[in-house]
């Protein structure tokens, strides 16, 4: 079946610090590919996704790659703010959504 | 818009009661879904629908109803809680294109106990 996988939190950065937070699939065809962020207290919010191979989704400083070859969409900023802190989720659909475990990231001034 | 809406925000029972979880979509979205999530575990789909009338089960079903008789509203029913369902229940909404899905948009959430 489909699975996600990303790397476990929760990741401490000082500000303006540059960002990686991996993540790895496992489907079958081409499933488009997502990442979402949840802020204290609310619902997930799309940030970005990619729909097939080499996309790269980008919103609000942060981007991510669509690689086939490596099943993987890396999420990456080059300066994270205090205001990013938040629980960051991949995913994929095929239709239905499946999400990794999700990623906290605590932003330090 | 009010986009993606759900009731209750709280809510407690007891084991063995039954309750339902109300969620309302105002954008005509065909698809609609449900999803729990627990600590270290992301969320997990439990039923979707892709327009009114059709229903499916997702990863995680067992201990919920659903059902789709407008585009508009999926209310989730526990039909006999157990402390095991105790989570935050999140609602889901998107056009439902041909291929991957579109968009996905998440209500706020209802964290529900089980005691």
């Known amino acids: 079946g489909n699975s996600v996988t990303q790397m476990e939190g929760p990741v401490t950065l000082s500000e303006e610090a540059f960002l990686t937070i991996n993540c790895t699939y496992t489907?079958?065809?081409?499933?488009?590919l997502f990442w979402y962020v949840q802020y204290p207290g609310e619902g997930l919010q799309l940030l970005l996704k990619?729909?097939?191979?080499?996309d790269k989704g980008s919103n609000k400083g942060f981007e991510a790659t669509y690689r086939k070859e490596t099943t993987s969409f890396h999420l990456e900023k080059g300066s994270v703010q205090v205001s990013d802190s938040a629980v960051y989720f991949c995913a994929l659909s095929a239709p239905a959504l499946t999400f990794g475990s999700g990623t906290r990231l605590q932003v330090q001034p | 818009n009010a986009g993606v809406t759900q009731t209750p925000k709280f809510q407690v029972l007891k084991t063995g009661q039954s309750m339902t979880l109300q969620c309302a979509q105002d954008m005509n979205h065909e698809y609609m879904s449900w999803y729990r999530q627990d600590p270290g575990m992301g969320l997990r789909l439990i039923h979707y629908?892709?327009?009114?009338?059709?229903?499916d089960q997702g990863e995680v079903p067992n201990g919920y109803n659903v059902s789709r008789s407008t585009t508009e509203d999926f209310p989730l029913r526990l039909l006999s809680a157990a402390p095991s369902q105790t989570s935050v229940y999140f609602c889901a909404s998107s056009y439902a294109g041909t291929g991957a899905i579109n968009e996905q948009f998440f209500g706020p959430g209802t964290r529900l106990t089980v005691l």
């Open positions: 489907a079958t065809g081409y499933p488009s």
């Open positions: 629908s892709v327009g009114a009338g059709i229903t």
């Open positions: 990619a729909t097939k191979a080499d």
